[in-house]
């Protein structure tokens, strides 16, 4: 939840992951405003379902394209610190994590 001077680029989200994110908004917006639109329908197809699909294509290429060429790349700063995974001695037991599981 708060920044904790760890590597940014291990803390913040990639760019396919919140582009992934902003496409899932537009996509719920579209559907909510769909019953505002007339009532028109061509073939029994309402009109926002091939703008949906369009969106949908277009939002996944983008997101393609995105993780594909990122437009950025981590550089190393003086606080920047080498990622090391952690070792098994530091982990809590499991009885402790399903304690604190209960209380909580």
């Known amino acids: 939840m708060v920044y904790r001077r760890a590597n940014l680029e291990h803390a913040a989200a990639s760019a396919p992951n919140m582009m992934q994110n902003g496409l899932l908004i537009g996509l719920l917006a579209l559907l909510l405003l769909a019953p505002t639109l007339p009532d028109v329908t061509v073939w029994n197809i309402h009109p926002i379902t091939p703008i949906l699909l369009g969106f949908y294509f277009y939002g996944t290429l983008l997101i393609q394209g995105a993780g594909d060429n990122p437009m950025w790349y ?3 700063t003086s606080d920047t610190r080498q ?4 070792s098994e001695s530091s982990l809590p037991s499991l009885s402790r994590l399903w304690t604190e599981f209960l209380v909580l």
């Open 83 to 86: 990622d090391e995974p952690e």
């Open 74 to 76: 981590p550089s190393v």
